[in-house]
């Protein structure tokens, strides 16, 4: 018969080396500082380079808070846990990163550990980034090192506790985290390998467009399938597809390259700041991930195809859909979109025909109600659509109206529910963060400096 202190002592050891294991896991020493390098110290082609990788990979639009300077953090990033806020990535000494080593940017890259150590929260998608290569990270932290330092110390993230002890990220990225750079699929082409190797890579498609689990983490069995961010709605990019008309190489190209596509619409949202940046990158690689995420689509089928064709007549022919009897509704979009929804207006201001609206055929209704409220501002330099919001002129019971209306005479799908409730979650949300409507299309301040080292 074991002793009360036996089974006391026994307790006591798994206790202590459960905590060492623990310890083990998710301890990671720190990186030396360095002097920050002389930004003449870099080659210009490599910095160039590192500035369209930077443009493919979004990194402005998450960690430039808006009216302030570029890359120096601080922008919210708000999850199902709390509000998590952007870090400084500018090269200052003191708040940035101007005394990191590149061995010490690559392993926040591809681990998600910072310089000191700590463990970085898997908003910054190094889940994706862990695919960039050796070179592709070096032409970064080339082009990150030459930009302006700007001091501007980090925010305090607002999460509760546990999360709020950067320990608990090593045991997400023992379930969750999966190293290993992208390796080419010899049995495809090399503009498909490449685009894959951005998709999954530096352009985290995935991690606004992939649906996520209870711990945050993407679904792979989903990959693709539609997401959440920021208030809107993430469509699925693959066979699911709510667009009304099957996407085509050209259409992707067209919406990527441009901002906008004929047969499909404005880029919205988080969308609108992703083709932003995608303006700086060079055709090429538009092109491959074009190649790759038209494999990811697939090719429709004949019923999805004879669908797309019969709304496509539809709008060549300009025959509307018969109004519907949703007399409130109705008489809303008479005064406030028939105008130049239904006019045939050229472009700017004739409107997008709405038998085309993806926001009209999706399930979620939030991109809808986002769009009505805030509007569509014009693409740079493009002949594109724009619209007004209608946030200060309607009230949340309005919009709520016109866009059961619109679901039902456009959308050719059942009704949504709750309309109002998002309605009124939408108008809090554009007003709290400030970054669902963005100044769009707008190339960074320093883009005169993009051959400078």
Known sequence: MKKPGSTASIIAALLVGGALAAFAIAWRSAIAPIDPPAPKSFDAALVRHGRELAAIGNCSTCHTLRGAKDFAGGLPVPTPFGTIYSSNITPDAETG????????????????VARDGQHLYPTFPYDHFTNVSDDDDRALYAF?????????????????????????????????LRHGTYQPDATRSAEWNRGAYLVEGLAHCGACHTPRNALGAERPSAAFSGGDVDNWHAYAINAQSPAPVPWTSDALFSYLRNGWDPDHGVARGPMAEVVSNLSQANDGDIRAIVTYMASVFGAPTPERQHRGEQVL???????????????????????????????????????????????????????????????VRPVEGERSPIMPGFAASMSDAQVAELLNYLRARFGNQPAWAGVEKTVEAARRTQTVFLRTAPPPYNVPSDASQKDKP
């Open 97 to 112: 990163i101007g005394r990191w080593s590149e061995d010490a940017f690559r392993r926040a890259m591809r681990d998600g």
């Open 144 to 176: 990150l090192m030459t930009r302006e330092p700007v001091r501007a110390a980090a925010r305090a993230n607002q999460l509760p506790f546990p999360l709020d002890q950067r320990v608990v990220i090593a045991g997400w990225k023992l379930l969750f």
């Open 313 to 375: 007549a539809q709008v060549k022919s300009s025959a509307a859909p018969a109004p519907q009897a949703d007399a409130a509704g109705a008489a809303i979009y008479q005064a406030a979109c028939a105008t130049c929804h239904e006019t045939g207006r050229p472009l700017p201001f004739g409107g997008v025909n709405l038998a085309l609206s993806t926001a009209l055929t999706s399930p979620d209704p939030r991109n809808a109600a986002n769009i009505v409220l805030s509007g």
